[in-house]
């Protein structure tokens, strides 16, 4: 069903129209920070057809947020959907929600299977901190203010330029009921930051002096490479030993 050596061949799940538990993919997702507000929110969802029959389309799908119907589409055969959907934000909860992904079978087809490759929310949330820590983009706030975190000492960084992270020092810090937040001027809009307070700060498991590659080496023949972390080295040994049998 791929034809293409770019394709992404790994596919999440799957669903089989038709037939009562296989024919909806039910996925548990936190929106944290979500906004209560009547705004526009977007919803992607990747699928790949895995069925094909003289009837065109093959496919129908339907999504539910939260057991609310937001979109559905239908395509053909083993091509590739790319499901686009806007929805009121009003239906997100701040926390956990619940997307379902249903198979419908239309009249002239007999069968349809498809697989589902991800998917992808685009919503507003509050400045919210989360487990003592936020990645965000500005807007055009021209002060922001974090909430949520458990103690004192906050940091901000401005990431805009993610090689050369600036750290900035010009921030107000206040208790607020339980917890602490912090404020500052972002100094431009759509600017990117991240905020953490020191029990959030992320320390590098390992340090190991650079070896530069020398794979362009003339000397160096090879018609396969692998690279690979040590997590999946033995799996990679046995696509190597594979993939030496046809040398």
Do not use: C
Not at 46 to 75: M, R
Not at 220 to 246: G, Q
């Amino acid at each position: 069903i791929f034809d293409d050596s770019w394709d992404d061949y790994y596919l999440w799940d799957y669903v089989d129209a038709g037939y009562p538990g296989y024919d909806t993919m039910t996925i548990i997702f936190n929106a944290d920070g979500a906004a209560a507000i009547s705004e526009t929110a977007f919803l992607t969802v990747e699928l790949k057809g895995w069925s094909s029959t003289e009837a065109a389309p093959d496919h129908h799908v339907q999504v539910f947020l939260n057991n609310t119907l937001i979109g559905e589409g239908e395509w053909d055969g083993l091509d590739s959907n790319n499901l686009s959907i806007e929805f009121n934000q009003e239906l997100l909860i701040d926390g956990e929600n619940e997307i379902k992904i249903t198979g419908i079978l239309n009249p002239d087809v007999f069968y349809s299977f498809f697989g589902i490759d991800s998917f992808d929310l685009i919503y507003h949330r509050n400045f919210q901190a989360v487990n003592n820590r936020l990645s965000f983009t500005v807007g055009q706030n021209e002060i922001v203010t974090v909430k949520g975190f458990t103690d004192s000492g906050i940091n901000v960084f401005d990431t805009t330029d993610p090689l050369k992270p600036i750290q900035i020092l010009a921030t107000t810090i206040d208790k607020y009921n339980e917890g602490y937040n912090v404020s500052f001027r972002p100094g431009g809009s759509d600017r990117k930051f991240i905020v953490f307070s020191g029990q959030a700060a992320l320390t590098e498991a390992s340090l190991v002096a650079d070896k530069p590659s020398k794979l362009k080496n003339k000397r160096n023949i090879a018609e396969y490479i692998i690279i690979t972390p040590d997590v999946l080295k033995n799996a990679s040994l046995s696509l190597a030993d594979y993939r030496s049998e046809y040398n």
